[in-house]
Structures are given as structure tokens and as C-alpha cells.
């Protein structure tokens, strides 16, 4: 799974009889911040599951200066909460001060591993698992090793693996150094409904079908899978009549559905039992995915392959065998989805990213947009 909970194994331990489950959401609070001074004579504030656009750290929290090249985002290609970041690096055009390190889709009960690198070490960080990185600045870190996470390049430590507010602050903190033409992900104008939306997507959908996937009682996943249909109408709903979640250009909160969406028919559907219809039997979702996937910065980030191998063979409570499946077929990805007719554009006024960088590509045959 995404998060690398303190149960987890490759055999897996997601599941606990009789239970709801139950994310943890106690991550690392430090900040990469542009002022590091002025964020810590700034009051304190209380954590946030969503994360904050704007607001001071929280209490113990320490602040680490932006600096280009100083910081190693190391996010798995499988993981849901990992790709919001990798896009929104990409969006941004922050692959020049923040490099990427891509581990394996596969991890075990102590972390994830660089097991794609030459030789099974980061290139950068030197290291076989994250696990050593977290270890390095919490010798006797208690929690999962999860990812995404932000590395200290020159200590090798783990600086912060907060992974909702790591993309706020790519949006906020690192504004210095985004590429020309970078769109707003952050509209002030849009930011109080914006967050109300995000809340409702985290809690109902991204976190949705993993309520579904891991409950531990008939009574539970029940509850978890009206919840989570009682969303995606809402949802469908809302994109019938607009091309993106906050209006006529993309934000914050379309990153965030996206990598929920673009696993559904995959992952989610059969894996996680979320399976009242498939993405692609709703029109305005299913189109709405379609548009982001082929918009420069989200479906070129996207590795199939990688997040079916995930799920099907690290989750072995769930899917005992291991088998990963064949399907389904991704040419779909690719057709006409007709969202232009409801105006807007992705960038407003921005431009869309340049090629992805050609050590940072997907794999071939792993996406519709990487043909084999």
C-alpha cells in the first residue's frame, strides 16, 4: 500500500477482524519554508490532515530553509498520496531544485526499497531503503516508513513525510523558483471552498476506498462503500456542469482526485471491492479523468504496471496469491473526452510543462502514453 503502516509486511497485515480501518495520520511536521525565521516566530498551530495553504508550523515542528538542490523527494511511482507530489513538481517546474527518487512498487514489513536503481541504491542518497533515511534523523523511528517523503540530501535524514502539505508548500514556499507559466494550484480567491472540497474528497474518496479495501467486518465495509458511492455521485454531480473541481482551471484539488481516479478501474474497483460500477460507466468522472490524464503533468506521471504490482502483490491478506491481474486495457485513456465544450482551460493563463525529462519517464508499456 501507499503508506507503510507498522503491521505491514509483503504478505501483508492491512486488515484487523471486526474493525473499521483506520488511517495514521501522525506524519513528520517539519517545513521546507522560504523564511525559516518568520515561520518559527509565527504562532503555532494544530496539525491538519488536509494541510494548510496558509498558517505557521505546528508545535515542535522545525523549519528547514528552501534551498535548490539541497532536498530529494523520493516518491514511489505506486503510491497515491506519492504521485500528488511527483505532479505537482511537475506542474510547477521544480524538478531543477528538488530531485526524484523513485523506489520499487514493492516493499516489506521495513520500508520501501530502490530495488529500480543500478546496483539497489538511490543514486543520490546512496541508501538501499528509505528506512536508513528515516533512521538517520530518528534512530528509533516508531511509525511506518511511508513515502512520499523529503530527504536532506547532505545528512541523508528525512526531513518531513507530511505528505498533504508537502505539495501546499511546493505551491507557496518554493514560488521563487517555479517555471515561468506555472499555474495557480492555489487560487486565494477559490481557497476557503477549495479546502471544504479537498475535505470531502480525502476523507470520502482518497481515503475512501481504503476503508473499503481494508475493513474488517461486513458491517464496516458497508458503511465505507455508501459512503464512498454517496461522494462519486456527489462528485459526478459537480463535473457535469464544470470542467474541473474549483471551476475553469486545475488547482490543488484536482491533483488530489486524480491519482484516486486514474487507480479506480485498476486497483479499487476488484482489489478494494469498490464495485457498485466501474470510472468509466460514470460519463462526467470518467471524462473529467480522461481530460487530466492527457493534460501535460498528470497522466505522463502515471505508472500502471507499478500500482497494480502494489496492491495486488504487497496486500496478501487481501489478495493472498499475489497474482497480479492482466488488465484492464488502457487505450481508453487516450479517446476524446469532450470537456473542452465546457470552456475553461487547464493553465488560465499559465502554459503547460515542458516534455518530461527523459530519466524521469515512465517506463515503456506501462502507460498508454509510453507505448512499448
Known amino acids: 500500500m501507499e ?12 486488515v484487523t477482524a471486526g474493525q473499521e480501518f483506520s488511517r495514521d495520520t501522525n506524519y513528520i511536521q517539519d517545513r521546507i519554508v522560504a523564511d525559516p525565521a518568520a515561520a518559527l516566530a509565527a504562532p503555532r498551530v494544530a496539525g491538519d490532515k488536509i494541510g494548510r495553504a496558509r498558517g505557521g508550523l505546528t508545535e515542535d515542528a522545525e523549519a528547514w530553509p528552501v534551498e535548490p538542490g539541497r532536498y530529494r523527494l523520493v ?4 503510491c497515491p498520496w506519492a504521485n500528488r507530489t ?30 529500480l536503481d543500478a546496483g539497489g541504491r538511490d543514486p543520490v542518497l546512496g541508501t538501499e531503503r528509505l528506512q536508513e533515511n528515516y533512521f538517520r ?6 511509525r511506518g516508513i511511508t513515502v512520499p517523503a523529503l530527504v536532506d540530501i547532505p ?18 514556499q518554493w514560488r521563487r523558483y517555479h517555471r515561468e507559466g506555472a499555474p495557480d494550484l492555489l487560487p486565494t480567491q477559490k481557497l476557503p471552498e477549495m479546502r471544504e472540497v479537498v475535505t470531502r474528497v480525502f476523507t470520502e474518496v482518497n481515503n475512501g476506498v481504503y476503508r473499503c479495501g481494508f475493513a474488517g467486518s461486513q458491517e464496516a465495509y458497508d458503511s465505507a462503500y455508501e459512503r464512498l458511492w454517496t461522494a462519486l455521485d456527489w ?22 482526485l486524480f491519482t484516486t481516479l486514474v487507480r479506480f478501474d485498476p486497483v479499487y474497483h476488484g482489489h478494494f471491492k469498490c464495485n457498485r460500477n466501474k470510472l468509466d460507466e460514470m460519463p462526467a468522472l470518467w471524462g473529467y479523468a480522461r481530460d487530466l490524464f492527457q493534460t501535460p503533468g498528470f497522466g505522463d506521471t502515471v505508472d ?20 497480479v491481474p492482466r488488465g484492464p486495457e488502457l487505450s481508453g485513456w487516450l479517446t476524446d473526452h469532450g470537456r ?4 475553461g482551460s487547464p493553465f488560465g493563463t499559465g502554459t503547460a510543462p515542458g516534455p518530461v525529462r527523459e530519466d524521469e519517464q515512465v517506463t515503456p508499456g506501462h502507460n498508454p502514453l509510453y507505448p512499448a
Open 86 to 115: 511527483i505532479i505537482v513538481r511537475r506542474l510547477l517546474g521544480l524538478e531543477d531544485v528538488i530531485s526524484l527518487g523513485t523506489p520499487g512498487p514493492t516493499h516489506d514489513e521495513r520500508s520501501w526499497t530502490f530495488d
Open 304 to 323: 500502471f504496471e507499478q500500482i497494480k504490482s502494489h496492491y495486488y502483490e504487497v496486500h496478501r491478506d487481501i489478495n493472498p496469491t499475489g497474482i
Open 155 to 172: 545528512t541523508g535524514a528525512v526531513v518531513t513525510n507530511d505528505y498533504p502539505q508537502i505539495t501546499l508548500d511546493f505551491s507557496t
Open 137 to 142: 534523523r530518528f534512530p528509533d523511528y516508531p
Open 3 to 14: 503508506h507503510s503502516e507498522n503491521s505491514q509486511s509483503r504478505q501483508g497485515s492491512y
Open 340 to 343: 473542452e465544450a465546457l470552456g
Open 235 to 256: 462528485l459526478e454531480e459537480r463535473l457535469t456542469g464544470q470542467r474541473y473541481l474549483m471551476g475553469d482551471t486545475i488547482t490543488e484539488a484536482d491533483v488530489r
Open 75 to 78: 516518491a514511489a511511482r505506486a
